[in-house]
């Protein structure tokens, strides 16, 4: 009687060796918490001083606040996938977080390849003539520079484009001394 008890005690010592998966899913139940993961893109918009016109160089611009950029995203067809204009804070920064992004190509439909940063307004009567400096007229491409933010169940990969810019629409041309 002695011996069968013992053997039923070793028995069931040696069950979750003998079934490793059956041993760890009843003592502890496997919850899997999918991870969120978001796009955004983030630049700075500026007014480009007088002296620059023409040219893409942004020193001595000054970062225009409540300006207006958009993202646009086009499918692998080509096809408009993604749209949503973006103000900038106090200091001409934006911080655009694609909610409702998709890709329905994970690399046609890239974001590196699919989406790109317009201008769209500037607050400043002053400046508020559209220019070209890194493509803000036809389209700034993003840039990925290993930015993210983890979380427990969030994650956000971080794009770069531009710096942008407007120009000034009233420039007094500079006299030669």
């Given amino acids: 009687m002695a011996m069968t008890q013992l053997t039923i005690l070793i028995s069931f010592l040696l069950l979750p060796l003998a079934f ?3 041993a760890t899913s009843a003592e502890t139940p496997t919850t899997t918490v999918e991870k969120h993961v978001d796009v955004v893109v983030e ?3 500026y007014c480009q001083i007088c002296d620059h016109l023409g040219k893409w160089s942004l020193a001595g611009a000054e970062p225009i606040p409540a300006a207006k950029i958009s993202v646009v995203c086009k499918d692998h067809k080509n096809q408009v996938s993604y749209y949503k204009a973006f103000e900038t804070n106090a200091h001409g920064y934006f911080y655009a977080q694609l909610q409702g992004f998709k890709m329905s190509h994970s690399l046609l439909d890239h974001p590196l390849q699919a989406c790109h940063v317009k201008l769209v307004s500037s607050p400043l009567a002053n400046c508020n003539l559209l ?11 993003l840039r990925y520079e290993d930015k993210r933010l983890n979380g427990k169940s969030y994650e956000a990969v971080i794009y770069a484009a531009g710096p942008l810019a407007f120009r000034p629409a009233n420039c007094t041309p500079s006299t030669p001394p």
């Fill in 20 to 22: 490793p998966s059956f």
């Fill in 43 to 45: 630049g700075m918009v």
């Fill in 131 to 141: 220019s070209n400096v890194n493509y803000g007229l036809n389209g700034s491409p």
